[in-house]
């Protein structure tokens, strides 16, 4: 049986029994002035069925008014109490009991004031002080019980946002991404929508040789990166509906998931940094890591074809930077030592010229 219905059954009882008492007393014990005005205007027979007409009026207010009093007060305070943590709690309750012992040590001198003053403020002083305890136990409780050396147990620390990276097409065919997965550059989960992988297939299924070979690249790579990272690695079925090309689904979806792009595409980049997205591009990276040489050094380089100029020798180093070598064409398909004489930063990246080693 419901808990309210219980306290509206006994409250109709008990407030009707004190109804009756009522009626009964006032029945036979004379009847005021108020009580007399009633019986001659509607006869003796009201006095008779008084404790009656008490008892029933009682125990509709009993019924209607029962659970007001008692059990919604009660499970208000339960709720809130449960909100409350236990060191507040603890805090309160000793505020209350400083807040009484105060009182009741200013209520002796206080009781002797004249009358009516004698009679209210020791209870006011009661409950101002209750009051001012619980309050500066509450707001201070820190502080307090540091003092007294008391600890209140470790705070729990929010817990952070599981980090995430989305991938694009470009930058798994390109496939230095397995490369850097296992450096531990990239923290977190490397989250690969299932549209995009839908584009690799759709590439790799291409009537054109060149896309073709893209997009089984791609694939490959995507397996090798499943394989060999150092990160989790997730094939997520999340989509953006109503948006139809790749790029932007995956603009929308980093927005929506407050987590960077990985890419390499120019385009993209550029597109998710106005919206306000962080981009990982690999290209930017690949320049920020390739080997610094300042003018006047000497490095060793292997030139494999001519350049623009006459008689200009192109040549690599390890990380791709292009060296273009004077006076280099002679030496085509063998690796000699140069000396740089600057170096050239562009948007396609880094260039160096150097000249001979040997040439004055």
């Not at 006459?310 to 064409?329: A, S």
Request: glycine fraction near 8%; proline fraction near 5%; include cysteine.
């Amino acid at each position: 049986m419901n808990i309210e219905l219980i306290a509206r059954i006994i409250g109709a009882l008990l407030v009707g029994f004190l109804g009756w008492q009522l009626g009964f007393s006032l029945s036979t014990q004379g009847q005021p002035a108020y009580l007399y005005s009633i019986v001659k205007l509607l006869g003796d027979s009201v006095v008779t069925f008084l404790p009656h007409i008490l008892a029933t009026f009682g125990a509709l207010l009993g019924l209607l008014f029962t659970p007001h009093l008692t059990t919604r007060p009660f499970f208000w305070i339960r709720g809130k109490a449960r909100q409350v943590p236990i060191q507040t709690l603890v805090a309160a309750l000793i505020g209350l009991v400083i807040g009484l012992i105060i009182s009741a040590l200013l209520a002796v001198p206080l009781s002797v004031l004249p009358s009516p003053f004698g009679e209210i403020l020791p209870f006011i002083a009661a409950l101002l002080f209750s009051y001012l305890g619980i309050m500066v136990m509450v707001t201070r409780e820190k502080e307090i019980f540091g003092i007294l050396g008391v600890r209140l147990g470790k705070e729990k620390p929010i817990p952070k946002k599981e980090e995430q990276v989305l991938l694009d097409t470009s930058v798994i065919i390109d496939g230095r991404i397995a490369d850097i997965s296992q450096t531990g550059f990239i923290h977190g989960t490397i989250v690969i929508p299932r549209f995009v992988l839908n584009e690799l297939q759709h590439i790799a299924d291409s009537p054109d040789v060149l896309r073709r070979n893209r997009g089984r690249r791609g694939l490959d790579m995507l397996n090798k990166l499943q394989k060999e990272s150092r990160v989790p690695i997730q094939i997520a079925e999340i989509d953006v509906p109503d948006v139809h090309e790749v790029d932007e689904k995956l603009v929308r979806l980093a927005r929506d998931l407050d987590c960077p792009i990985v890419t390499n595409d120019y385009n993209l980049n550029r597109v998710a940094e106005l919206q306000g997205i962080k981009v990982l591009n690999i290209n930017e990276l690949a320049n920020a890591v390739k080997t610094v040489v300042l003018p006047g050094e000497t490095i060793t380089v292997h030139i494999i074809q001519e350049g623009k100029e006459l008689g200009q020798g192109v040549g690599y180093l390890d990380d791709g930077t292009m060296v273009v070598v004077e006076e280099g064409r002679r030496h085509i398909n063998e690796t000699v030592e140069v000396i740089v004489t600057r170096v050239l930063q562009t948007v396609a990246g880094r260039m160096i010229f150097a000249q001979l080693a040997g040439r004055k």
